[in-house]
């Protein structure tokens, strides 16, 4: 059902990416800001498109909204220590692929808590690491391997370089023989001529 | 998630890279800032606390213990953070942060300085308001690159004792401290007062002689410690009297306060002291004090002493405390009147 109704028993049909559909309670999907602004008050015919995500990122992201329908409103980041073991079991079974994808799903439904926990989950994965650790989790490479890579880049364009004066070398080489025959073959026909009329005037 | 290589961190939506950044805190999101230059361009560009160094200590063993607060308008105005910053020759261990409490960290560097000024530059937050050493002051300690750190701000001293290479090596090499307390024994034969130099100094020992007391170069000077007498008091107002203000001298001297004096003569004996004249000066000196707000002294049972160059003086004697007010402004402007020492 898809109704613009307000109790908590309405369901609503969610469309994923994959064009599978599955029911989400009103109340839950309430703490999506992206569906009060969309749809709350018109109501939708239909499923509800969300087709940017998967069936099994935009499940994993409603069954935290059911769980949370009953907490009080949200004020604020949690400190880690004080989640649930629900909470915390959450967040612990979902691979990291998952979890990136559950961060921008939650990000676009502007679901304000499940957005912060998440956040909060990274910052504890990076806090207290010094700064090569940190390059090691967030993917950047470090200074040695830049330098590295900047060592090959100028040896590629060094390599490159010595390769286009070598083109160019050899194209001026070949633009030489190429006149070459054209000079000679004047020269042939001139020589040719000449001696075609000394003989003629020798006789 | 229990993964944590290779997470696409500059990937995440704006509002979740922010929520992460604001997140962290503030040493682990210098840590971030020195991952890459657009790491750093991110780190910095949300809102940053708002920071203030209150204190680097030199401690035993080559640790600096640094005071950091962060301050809040509402509701709770200000949160120190002590940070222990323990030398270390592992470079892995470099920047790597251990949180001891809420508001307690540990934190392995090979260049504490460094650091600090690190922090300084990316928080913009101005250097250390005050300075300690509670271990040997070393030559390696004050150098170009410190001396920044050491100037124009409070250094204080709280070590057993002090020998003369390190007084000669703090005065010789610093001349803009704010604010200079020593609270270490001063060696008995010291006498190299002249190079003495700070706006404030504040003494737990008295120096050698009373006449020390004008050979530094301050605009205040205070003593803790029991040593004079009011007969060496007595000699100091007279030394004071056939003086004559000096241009060479950067601090014009303004107080001078000696607690714990012991009564063994009259303190004004031989010295032409006259009661407090309206028409001569204000009733209240203007005091300045570094640890508080400007505030005003009532003057008005205090004697006064006429110097034959026209500057005038007071000399309160009260509960075996010395004060001792030089009027270079005969009515300045009245503000606070609490008292302050």
Request: glycine share 4%; net charge negative; proline share 4%.
């Amino acid at each position: 059902m898809t109704s613009p109704a307000s109790s908590s028993e309405v369901k609503y049909l969610i469309e994923s990416s994959e064009g599978n559909t599955f029911d989400v309670s009103g109340a839950a999907l309430r703490q999506s800001n992206t569906f009060n602004a969309m749809f709350l008050n018109i109501g939708a015919d239909g499923p509800i498109p969300f087709t940017d995500y998967n069936e099994a990122t935009l499940k994993k992201v409603f069954e935290y909204c059911e769980h949370s329908v009953n907490e009080e409103n949200y004020s604020g980041p949690k400190h880690q220590d004080d989640l649930s073991k629900w909470d915390l079991n959450f967040f612990n079974e979902m691979d990291q692929k998952m979890f990136i994808d559950v961060i921008n799903a939650s990000n676009f439904l502007d679901i304000e808590r499940l957005t912060s926990y998440c956040c909060e989950r990274i910052a504890r994965m990076l806090r207290g690491k010094n700064t090569q650790e940190m390059i090691k989790v967030i993917t950047l490479p470090t200074a040695e391997e830049l330098e590295a890579k900047q060592k090959v880049e100028e040896k590629k364009a060094a390599a490159a370089k010595k390769v286009a004066e070598k083109a160019a070398e050899t194209a001026e080489k070949t633009e030489t023989l190429e006149e070459l025959p054209v000079q000679q073959l004047v020269q042939t026909t001139r020589n040719k001529l000449t001696r075609k009329y000394l003989s003629f005037s020798n006789e | 998630m229990t993964e944590t290589r290779g997470f696409p961190l500059f990937s995440l939506p704006y509002v979740a890279l922010k929520d992460v950044v604001l997140s962290l805190d503030i040493f682990s999101r210098l840590n971030l800032s020195s991952c890459s230059k657009k790491s750093k361009s991110i780190a910095g560009s949300y809102k940053m606390s708002t920071l203030e160094i209150e204190s680097i200590n030199f401690c035993e063993n080559s640790e600096h213990i640094v005071k950091i607060s962060e301050i809040y308008s509402s509701p709770e105005p200000k949160i120190t953070h002590t940070l222990n910053i323990i030398p270390s020759n592992i470079e892995a261990n470099y920047g790597k942060i251990i949180e001891i409490s809420g508001f307690e960290w540990k934190l392995h560097h090979n260049s504490p300085m460094n650091l600090i000024a690190k922090f300084s530059v990316f928080y913009k937050v101005p250097q250390s308001k005050s300075v300690g050493f509670n271990r040997d002051v070393e030559k390696s300690d004050i150098n170009d690159e410190t001396i920044v750190l050491f100037n124009t701000r409070k250094l204080g001293i709280q070590k057993e004792k002090l020998t003369t290479e390190e007084l000669n090596l703090i005065f010789s090499k610093l001349h803009d401290i704010q604010v200079f307390s020593i609270w270490s024994e001063i060696p008995e034969d010291y006498d190299n007062y002249e190079i003495w130099k700070a706006k404030e100094i504040r003494l737990r020992d008295p120096p050698r002689t009373s006449e020390d007391l004008l050979r530094m170069d301050c605009e205040k000077l205070i003593c803790n410690g029991p040593k004079f007498k009011t007969s060496d008091l007595n000699l100091f107002l007279k030394k004071w009297m056939q003086l004559t203000l000096k241009k060479e001298k950067t601090y014009l001297k303004r107080e001078i306060a000696v607690f714990r004096v012991e009564t063994d003569s009259n303190l004004y004996e031989d010295l032409p002291i006259t009661p407090w004249n309206p028409n001569q000066r204000g009733q209240y000196f203007q005091g300045h004090c570094q640890y508080f707000h400007n505030f005003s002294i009532d003057c008005s049972q205090g004697f006064d002493l006429f110097r034959d160059d026209g500057v005038l003086a007071t000399v309160i004697f009260d509960h075996n405390a010395f004060k001792f007010y030089i009027w270079h402004e005969r009515f300045p402007v009245v503000t606070d009147t609490r008292p302050c020492y």
